[in-house]
């Protein structure tokens, strides 16, 4: 029997002591990211469990734990971002 999505968590753990963050996850594209930093990063970046439920477990720097606010825009940013985007799509038809 499966988990169902409420159940399916992602948990990032750390204290003040350590240098490092765990991070457990059920989320795909999670999951992704940490195994590419796996591989790109193998000092830094390490897979320590798989529950075989689809949760995995990996262990990185905590510093690399980062919390960011979506952009907020001006209205003459976001009238600039609007005429690019309708120059790229006349470009491309």
């Known amino acids: ?5 409420y159940e ?4 990032i753990l750390y204290n003040e002591k350590e240098a490092t963050a765990s991070v457990y996850t059920h989320n795909t594209g999670l999951q992704n990211t940490l195994r590419g930093l796996c591989e790109s ?3 830094q970046v390490r897979q320590t469990d798989n529950n075989r439920h689809g949760g995995l477990s990996f262990e990185l720097p905590k510093k ?3 919390i960011t606010p979506p ?3 001006s209205e003459a940013q976001k009238k ?3 005429e690019m985007n309708r120059k790229n799509q006349q470009r491309r038809q």
């Open 41 to 43: 990063h193998p000092a």
């Open 71 to 73: 952009r907020v825009l």
């Open 1 to 5: 029997m499966g988990l169902t999505k």
């Open 64 to 66: 690399w734990i980062k």
């Open 80 to 82: 600039v971002l609007e």
């Open 8 to 11: 399916q968590e992602t948990i």
